[in-house]
């Protein structure tokens, strides 16, 4: 094996300056070229040594224990950034661990650049038996936005300018790179090297609406009388922060965020129905939809929960992608470009003579938020032994609303879903779960890019159940000393800890854990800090002092194990639910 100095670019001998440049840096500079600066990934042949070099060159790199999480970080900083996150693993195993992560990332809308290092293609391609032998290119390309293999140093800044663009630009998504081992030896003259490398020149380019499709939206929405603006994560990734907050608070129209848009407007703005949803979905008549596609957590846009027996909907719809219109229901007026374009034109066609929703409508929503909030106040100044789910998120509500810069992070089931609705959000893309797919391990990949993209503190609200998909990566918390508070939610099992195993048999059922499982420990093993809490005032008091402290924490939260729900809010989707009606 060459050392990594015998590797570094060749220089000439008198001047010392280097005359010919390798794979390894040509790709380095590729990426420096184009302002990326951090690097998640796991190390192995062939990446090993690019990967030392990367931290040689002034580069971040954040090595992970599983390629899922570098994987995952990789996204969440995509959608932190705007910038493609980079995950970068090793042949076969490795990229198939990243692979969970890529496809989730394109699901999401969130750009990242999935880079694996391969075998040499000539045996792999007659199947001869190489070293982590695969296909990877074939395998990546359904999964992600768009796949490129580059096979000479030459093309490697092609390779990386079409990867950037393929990520950010349009709806962005998740691109695969393959990059044969063999690439990263091959030489170039310096000089051809570096002209080979390409600055991409604005990766994502404004798109602007036709102006006959603007005029379709505002007549409509000039029209509504039950008007509802529904904000998805697009909205919150299109950074149209001000903009998105002039239009709801200039035509008073009220609005509801789906998760990942919370806090683009602070979730306490008085337009938002977010406590009234049921009521507002059914009851409005004209919908301008902004960066959500109409998937199941929109019901299709249609059925019940969309009060279609009151009578057909109007949308207006704002999305980059073309297709995504017409998608599930019709949509009466498409906006199609970016949402800072479109909200911007939306803003300008206003003018001075809108006429605010009535106050029948907003007065209605009011007044149910008013009851909801209500009957949510209650629930949380309850103090019931053990912990319900609801007095332990009253404590992180709290935390929350102190620290209104903090990373959320939250994943499992009725954990995720009492966080959601609990857990008020104050800032834009703060809050990171498990989204499109409602995947679980997420918790860990987020929390470490939440804390090196932003440099704030990040509270992850997990389910136990969701934190052991990647509660190793406490170790990755602990060695790069990452401001990360975990709570785990500690019911002793997926949905909850008292299934019974009904067929006479001693395994526990499928869904229940160990009891009182000491998860606080896994923390102290690495240096962290770990407490375990059974009363709200202790959680207050260690959340406080994680905060204060910066120190990767692990809380873990004893909760009453006949609490939750079976998935949740979302039990109607389990088939045995059907077969029973
Ligand atoms: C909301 N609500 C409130 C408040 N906020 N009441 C009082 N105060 C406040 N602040 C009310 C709101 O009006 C709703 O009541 C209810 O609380 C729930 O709100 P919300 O917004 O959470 O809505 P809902 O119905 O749960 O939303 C649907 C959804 C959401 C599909 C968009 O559930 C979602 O994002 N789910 C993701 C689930 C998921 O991915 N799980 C993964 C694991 S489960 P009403 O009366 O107005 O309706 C899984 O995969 O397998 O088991 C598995
Ligand atoms: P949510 O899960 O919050 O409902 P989705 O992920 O379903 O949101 O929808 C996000 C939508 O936003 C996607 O259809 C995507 O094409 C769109 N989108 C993402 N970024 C932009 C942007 N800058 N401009 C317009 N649309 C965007
Ligand atoms: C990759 C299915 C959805 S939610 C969940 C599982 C296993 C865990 C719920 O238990 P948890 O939360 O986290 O303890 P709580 O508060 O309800 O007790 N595998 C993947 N994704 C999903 N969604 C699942 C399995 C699932
Ligand atoms: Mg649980």
Known sequence: MPSILEIKPETDAVSETPVLIDGFHLFLNALKLNDIDTIFGLPGIPITDLLRMAQAEGMRVISFRHEQHAGNAAAAAGFLSAKPGICMTVSAPGFLNGLTALANATTNCFP??????????????????????????????????????????????????RAIRAAVSGRPG??????????????????????????VVDPAPSQLPGPDSVARALNLLKNAKRPLILLGKGAAYARAD??????????????????????????????SAAATRSF????????????????????????????????????IQID?????????????????????????????????????PSADWTGAIAERKAKNFGKMAATLAARPTPMSFQSALSVVKEIVKDNPEAIVVSEGANT??????????YLPRKRLDVGTWGIMGIGMGFAVAGAVVTGQQVIAIEG???????????????????????VVFNNNGIYKGTDQNTSGGNDLAPTVFVKNARYEMMMQAFGGVGVYVTTTDELHTAMVEAIASGKPTL????????AGTESGRITNLNPAKALKK
């Open 112 to 161: 990242m650049i999935l880079i694996s290092g391969s075998s040499e293609r000539e045996i792999v391609d007659l199947q001869q038996g190489d070293y982590e032998e695969m296909d990877q290119l074939a395998i990546a390309k359904p999964l992600c936005k768009a796949a490129f293999r580059v096979l000479r140093a030459q093309d490697i800044g092609v390779g990386i300018a």
């Open 464 to 486: 136990d159940s969701a934190f052991g998909f990647s509660g190793m990566e406490v170790e990755t918390l602990c060695r790069y000393h990452l401001p990360v508070c975990i």
């Open 555 to 562: 809380i873990n939260a004893a909760i009453d194990e006949t």
């Open 242 to 271: 001000a903009d998105i907050r002039a239009l709801v608070e200039k035509t008073g129209i009220p609005y509801l965020p789906m998760s990942m848009a919370k806090g683009l407007l602070p979730d306490t703005h008085e337009l």
């Open 320 to 356: 980059i992608a073309p297709t995504e219109i017409d998608s599930n229901v019709a949509i009466d007026a498409p906006l199609v470009g970016d949402i800072g374009s479109c909200v911007s034109a939306l803003l300008t066609g206003i003018g001075g003579d809108w006429a605010k």
């Open 416 to 425: 995720l879903d009492f966080a959601r609705s609990i857990v008020d959000m």
């Open 280 to 315: 507002v979905l059914q009851e409005a008549d004209v919908v301008l939809v902004i960066g959500a596609r109409l998937n199941w957590l929109l019901s299709h846009g249609k059925g019940k929960t969309w009060g279609q027996e009151k009578g057909p909907k109007k949308f």
């Open 174 to 199: 998740g691109v695969y790179l393959d990059l044969p081992a063999k690439l990263f030896s091959q030489t170039l003259p310096l000089d051809a090297g570096l002209n080979s490398l390409i600055k």
